[in-house]
Structures are given as structure tokens and as C-alpha cells.
């Protein structure tokens, strides 16, 4: 049976490369680096070919495959050297330029899984031609240039592409980076490998180097993506699946395992809402709120207890999602009143992309610098923006994420994949750090649970527990329409509730992708980016 194509990214040029790939009979691996290179390209504030990747790649009939693609701090990092700085890792410059970028890494172990064997030149052919040409900047690159200026204006590189004239970036400017292009080319001329073990990897180490980073070219050669299986869970609706270390998609799929034990009547503590005989399609607006951000506190808790570098995990992570565990977390929670929150959030920027091919094959991928624009070390030679992934480690010995040589960070990153009872496949995922697996739980439980559109289930007003970067507050922030509805309400259940903007960037750039048994796909994209989604035809 040939299944209907379709892709969704948060940057619409990148989901129109995506497309064409399919449309053109290639596979949803190779879609997703296309639409990957676009998207480095086109959104530099939110990923780079400089950053980090996470893939799920689900075959119609098999065990999806993760591809961990994140880099490792350097090999020969002198941490003394980085506490004898202060208490706080760096954020920007060549200094904070500590960890690896895998990515491409991962582009090219998702190709050998999954290839119809297109040539890198078709694949690449368009993003090079938007590094060379370049892109129109959006109100999302404005923002990120106006809250990043004073911290990273100084850098030369950077303020060069940048930073037209030394001022913050406007609507409509043109961005041009020939450099990158040059460097998409050569990758699409040699290889992927091109950058870890050839002329790329030299140029960049050396550069890298001259601006103060620990990373050299042994880092680059000792780097490869690794094949990982996924964590997963069993709900009333299907069983879901998400990356295991160092990301937080334990964390993700926790909420939501937490959230479907409240509701699903299967037995918890007498505080716990199934005791009332309620089911998810009875709760109300409040009562969902609310359920999904106490299970948040449930998973968040665990999550900052545990994940870092899978090697140097106490426990495996699929420990922690056990029917013991979920049921002394759901427990624990009241659909009365809302559990005391000092959590301290993790900021973060990303995109997620999502696609599906005529073979069955759903893709769930995300790619990330990190901060807006990572550390902003733009290495000259290649155009390449530097993550600052290496911000996640802990200077303090006796924690788990502390700073090591060749450790990999905790990541914020999580794709999202689902097969569900009734036949159908979900590819789901979102950008935003702290909000990622919020986010996913809304959009999942509102379309699984609530019965609601996808679209629907994307575009309504969302809810972020903790705090953005820069900012010492760890409150619920609800969207305004959401907050003049139930912001009362939530007060009076001891939640500390404030409001931004509908439409709120804050609340991610979530997407989805729903294949049904027959083959027949949907999907969605999220109001608050600058993103589209496109079907390919179905006969079948």
C-alpha cells in the first residue's frame, strides 16, 4: 500500500523542501535532512548545522530506531580551568564553544537507514542556494537579534552576518551567509563524513581553536552518531515513544503516562481524580490544565534527579516508567489543590520537523544550538555557527550533569512518536526547552483524550510552567484568552498563574503528523512560527 506523503516544519521553506523530496519518491530520512540544511539556514537563531540532533524513525511494522546525534564535551577540557572562572559556565565565544556538533552526524546515519539513494547534491542543492542567495529575516529572527544583542555583539563573525551595520535585525532584511553555501557544497561533494574527517573538520578545528574552544580535531574524528532504541510506554491509547539519555524524553513521557493513569479509571490514591470516576473525555478545561501540570511537576522532579550522559546514568531511564512509578506519581498528585513549585526551568532554542513517506515511514526529528544563535562563535572559513549546548553542564563535582571530558550534556531535546490503538502512527514534537514536553503532553492529550482537531489541538492557547531565560520567576504562564478563562480558577487551586500574548513564541513551535491505518495522512503545523505543513497526493 502507498501511504500519502506529507511534512511539517516551523519554517515553511524548509517544510517545501521537505515535500519536494517526497514528492520526488524520496524517503522521509532523506526529506528531513533537506528540510534540516533549509532550516539551519533559515532559522540560525534556532539551529545550526553547528548544533545537535535527535532522530526517531519509525518503519511502518517495526520497533522505531533512535539516532542520538549530540555531541560530547572535548576530549582534553580542563574543567578546573572553567571553575577557576566563576560559578556560571560561559555563554558566548569561543570559550563556550565546549561541545561537539553532531548533527550532520546524524544526517548521515539516518541516510544509510533509510535512502532511497538521492544524491546529497539534490538533497542539499537547496539550502545551498538560500546560504548563497539569502533568506528574509521574520519577526522570530528580529526577537531572537534583539534579546542576543548585548551578549553577543562584540563577536566579530557574528555581528558581520548578523548584525547588518551593528544594529539588531529588521523585517524584510536579506541574510547572506556564501560561507556556509560554500560548505553545504563541499559536503554535498564529498560526503556528510566531510565533516568530522576531512578538509571541513580541519578548517574548523583550526578555527575553533583560535577563538579560545577546547574542542580540536581528535574531538571531530572520535565523533559518530549512535543507533540507540528508544523509551517507551504503555497507555490506554497506544504506546508512545521518545529518546533516552541525555534528553528529558523520560520526562515527556512520563506526563503523559501520569496524566492517562489519572483519567484512564485504572486504580491511584485516593487523592488522585480517578477516585471520582472521571474520564478524560468528562474533565473539564480546568481540570485538564491543571492534571497535565502537576504530572509535569511529577516528571520534571524525577528528570532533574537522574538524566545526564547515558554512561553515567545510576539506573536506566526505562526504570522510571514503570507501573510502580507512574502510580506513586499519579498518587501524589491532587485535582484539588497544586503542589509548591520553586523549579528552576532550562531555557532553550530548537526546531522540530516531522515527516511522513510513501513507504510508511514517519520521521519525528529535532535539531538545536541551544540558546538563540548558540555561543555565537561563527567560524569564518565555513559559515558555521557554533552551539552552546556545554551551558546544560553543572560546574558542581557532586552533581550528575557535571562538566567532564567527553560527556554528553543533559538535553532539552525530545521527538515524540506514537502508535496508537486504532491503527494510526503519530509523528509530534515542538522547539521551546522546558516547554517540550508540556507542550507535547497538550497537543497529544487535547487530540487523544479531548477528541479535538489536530489543528485545533496545536493552534489553541497553551500554558508553560517555569521560567524563560533571564527571568527568576518559576510561575505558570497561561495565554491570555486561557488566563481570563482560568486564571482565577487555577489561583484558587494554589497554582502561581500569570500571562503572556496569544500566539506566545514562548509556547513553542509545536507540529504534528497522523497516519491512519489506510495510509491516509494529516498534519498541522503551529500559528505561533513561521511554519507550514503539505500533503502529497493519495490514490490509494
Known sequence: MKHQTAFTASHHQAAKVGQQILDAGGTASEAMVAAAAMIAVQYPHMNSIGGDGFWLIAKKGHTPIAVDACGAAARHINVDEYRAQGDELPDSGGIAAMTMAGTVSGWHKALKIDSSDMSLQTILGPAIEAAQSGITVTQSLVNASEKTFARLSSLGAFSEIFLPEQRTLQVGDVVRNPALANALQTLANNGLDDFYRGELAKSMARELAAQGSP?????????????????????????????????????????????????????????????????????????????????????????????????????????????????????????????????????????????????????????????????????????????????????????HNVLAPNKKPFHTLNPAYAELNDGSRMSYGTMGGEGQPQTQACLFSRFHYQGKGLEESVAMPRWLLGRTWGDSTNNLRLEKSLYQQFGQALEARGHDVTYVDDNNELMGHAGAIVLDAQGSASATNDPRSDGTYLLGEHND
Open 215 to 399: 574542542l580540536r580535531l581528535e574531538d571531530f574524528h572520535q565523533h559518530h552518531a549512535k543507533v540507540m532504541t528508544p523509551l517507551s510506554v504503555n497507555t490506554s491509547k497506544g504506546k508512545l515513544y521518545n529518546f533516552d539519555a541525555p534528553t528529558q524524553g523520560v520526562a515527556s513521557l512520563l506526563i503523559l503516562a501520569i496524566y492517562d493513569k489519572l483519567v484512564s479509571g485504572k486504580s491511584v490514591s485516593d487523592q488522585s481524580v480517578s477516585k471520582n470516576n472521571l474520564g478524560a473525555q468528562e474533565l473539564s478545561e480546568l481540570d485538564h490544565i491543571h492534571l497535565l501540570v502537576e504530572a509535569t511537576k511529577q516528571a520534571f522532579i524525577i528528570r532533574d534527579q537522574v538524566v545526564c550522559d547515558e554512561e553515567y546514568l545510576k539506573a536506566p531511564l526505562r526504570d522510571w516508567l514503570s507501573d510502580e512509578v507512574i502510580e506513586r506519581c499519579a498518587s501524589d498528585i491532587s485535582i484539588e489543590t497544586a503542589k509548591p513549585w520553586p523549579h528552576i526551568a532550562e531555557p532553550g532554542d530548537t526546531i522540530w520537523m516531522g515527516a511522513s513517506d510513501q513507504y510508511g515511514t514517519m520521521v519525528s526529528f529535532i535539531q538545536s544550538i541551544y540558546w538563540e544563535f548558540g555561543c555565537g562563535v561563527v567560524l569564518p572559513e565555513t559559515g558555521v555557527l557554533w552551539n552552546v549546548r556545554g551551558k546544560s553542564f553543572s560546574l558542581d563535582s557532586a552533581h
